[in-house]
C-alpha cells in the first residue's frame, strides 16, 4: 500500500499567519492527490483535489501545490474558522489512504 | 441536493457482527463509486473499502480484508458494510463517501460524506 506522511502533525498559528503543510507518499502518485478539512463531530470536507485544484466554495487563501511524491497545502492569511486537522489522501491506488493529520490550533 | 445517511450503528460484542446501510439521494447512484472510511476516537481517517458504480471491483484495506464486505443495491440507492469477526480495534464512527472523478486527470476524490454512525466493539 501507498503510505502517506504528513508534517507537522501539529501545529500552534495566530490568525493572519501563512501555514503550510506538508504529504509525502511512499512511491509517485503523479497529481493523485487531495486535501480535507475536518472540524470536530463532523465529516471532512474537501479543499484541494488533484493536487493544486480548488473545490467549489472554497476559499482562495487555501491552495495546493506538488506533483510525484511530494506535495503542500498553503493557507494564506490563517483565519478563525480555518482551525482543524487536515488531512492529505491518494487516489492513485486502488487502496486509498490518507496521512494522519495535522492540527492546527491556535497560538 | 446530494444526501448520505448512514445507519446501524450501535454497541456489538467482540466476534459478533454488524450491517451498515448508507441511503443515497440526490443523484444518479448508480453511476458513482462508493467507499466506506472510518475514524476511531481521537484517531486519523481510515479508508476501509470501495466499490465500484456497478459493483463489479471491491477493495478493502487489508485492517479489514476478509471480515468485512461492501456491497451495494443500485435499485435501492443504498450501499452497505458487512462486518463480521468484529474487534474491539474496530470500533469507529463510519462514514460513506461519494468519489468524483477529476475530468482533466489527476485521480477520484470524495466530494461527498454522510454524517457517520458510530460502532462500538465492546463485552
Known amino acids: 500500500d501507498i503510505q502517506m506522511t504528513q508534517s507537522p502533525s501539529s501545529l500552534s498559528a495566530s490568525v493572519g499567519d501563512r501555514v503550510t503543510i506538508t504529504c509525502r507518499a511512499s512511491q509517485n502518485i503523479n497529481n493523485y492527490l487531495n486535501w480535507y478539512q475536518q472540524k470536530p463531530g463532523k465529516a471532512p470536507k474537501v479543499l484541494i483535489y488533484?493536487?493544486?485544484s480548488l473545490q467549489s466554495g472554497v476559499p482562495s487563501r487555501f491552495s495546493g501545490s506538488g506533483s510525484g511524491a511530494d506535495f503542500t497545502l498553503t493557507i494564506t492569511s490563517l483565519q478563525p474558522e480555518d482551525f482543524a486537522t487536515y488531512y492529505c489522501?491518494?487516489?492513485?491506488?486502488?487502496?486509498?489512504?490518507f496521512g494522519q493529520g495535522t492540527k492546527v490550533e491556535i497560538k | 441536493q446530494v444526501q448520505l445517511v448512514e445507519s446501524g450503528g450501535g454497541v456489538v460484542q467482540p466476534g459478533r457482527s454488524l450491517r451498515l446501510s448508507c441511503a443515497a439521494s440526490?443523484?444518479?447512484?448508480?453511476?458513482?463509486?462508493m467507499h466506506w472510511v472510518r475514524q476511531a476516537p481521537g484517531k486519523g481517517l481510515e479508508w476501509v473499502a470501495v466499490?465500484?458504480?456497478?459493483?463489479?471491483?471491491?477493495y478493502y484495506a487489508d485492517s479489514v480484508k476478509g471480515r468485512f464486505t461492501i456491497s451495494r443495491d443500485n435499485s435501492k440507492n443504498t450501499l452497505y458494510l458487512q462486518m463480521n469477526s468484529l474487534r474491539a480495534e474496530d470500533t469507529a464512527v463510519y462514514y460513506c463517501a461519494r468519489d468524483d472523478e477529476v475530468v482533466a486527470g489527476g485521480g477520484y476524490y470524495f466530494d461527498y460524506w454522510g454524517q457517520g454512525t458510530l460502532v462500538t466493539v465492546s463485552s
Open positions: 440526490g443523484f444518479t447512484f448508480s453511476f458513482y463509486g
Open positions: 466499490i465500484w458504480y456497478d459493483g463489479n471491483k471491491k
Open positions: 488533484a493536487a493544486s
Open positions: 489522501q491518494q487516489s492513485y491506488s486502488p487502496f486509498w489512504t
